[in-house]
């Protein structure tokens, strides 16, 4: 079985500071780990995803996210937050299945504040 | 290119009634699945068709059924309708099933209301 957890609810940032938003994974083999972006009344939005190689991910409008294999952790980041940023995030792992692929598992989203 | 459109936008129906939502997916893509995104739960998986076949199924019961057609756009079904039922439905499309690591393109969504 796969699980994402993402531990807060809510995160408050105020503009211009740096944002983090937390996320941990559990899966068997190796990991496809993806966040995506939920705007108000909208669908989900891709932000950035992660296969191979170089740990840190970089993703749209400004967006990274660091791979931790070891803490089993996919934390998105934003050096510079901005109140267009505010919405809801999730963090969706998907498993490694040779000759197949399996099914996107999604957290239960973290939504994110940004005042002035 | 266009995206990933649902349709109806809305839809609201009673109790018992059946429900259908369409999806047409990206062209090229041949993966549609679909999510059930109720207030305060999340996204959860329903399920994923492919080439025309059912290949996953989430932990929904019978009455949640679906199909795929020739030209890989997608129809779900939602039979004998509860309240509960009452949720935004997302679709979703990426490509063929035989890559783990492609993302999924997110349509606005239907949203379901049950009277």
């Known amino acids: 079985a796969q699980s994402v957890a993402q531990p807060e609810d809510q995160v408050n940032v105020a503009e211009g500071n740096p944002l983090t938003v937390k996320c941990t994974y559990s899966?068997?083999?190796?990991?496809?780990l993806f966040w995506y972006v939920q705007y108000p009344n909208r669908g989900l939005q891709f932000l950035l995803k992660y296969i191979t190689g170089d740990n840190l991910v970089k993703g749209s409008y400004g967006f990274e996210a660091e791979f931790n294999k070891s803490q089993t952790s996919f934390h998105l980041k934003k050096p510079s937050a901005l109140v267009s940023d505010s919405a809801l995030y999730f963090c969706?792992?998907?498993?490694?299945?040779?000759?197949?692929?399996?099914?996107?598992?999604f957290g239960t989203g973290t939504r994110l504040q940004v005042t002035l | 290119e266009a995206g990933v459109t649902q349709s109806p936008t809305h839809l609201i129906k009673t109790r018992g009634q059946q429900a259908t939502l369409r999806c047409s997916p990206i062209s090229g893509h041949t993966s549609v699945y679909w999510y059930q995104q109720a207030l305060g739960l999340g996204l959860q998986f329903l399920l994923w068709?492919?080439?025309?076949?059912?290949?996953n199924r989430g932990n929904f019961p019978p009455r949640f059924s679906g199909r795929q057609f020739p030209n890989y756009s997608s129809e779900l079904n939602v039979n004998a309708l509860e309240l509960e039922d009452s949720a935004l439905y997302l679709c979703?499309?990426?490509?063929?099933?035989?890559?783990?690591?492609?993302?999924?393109?997110f349509g606005p969504g239907t949203r379901l209301t049950v009277l």
């Open positions: 979703a499309s990426s490509l063929n099933r035989l890559t783990s690591y492609n993302e999924q393109f």
């Open positions: 969706a792992v998907r498993r490694y299945y040779t000759g197949t692929a399996s099914k996107l598992t």
């Open positions: 068709y492919d080439e025309g076949e059912e290949r």
């Open positions: 899966v068997s083999g190796n990991p496809y």
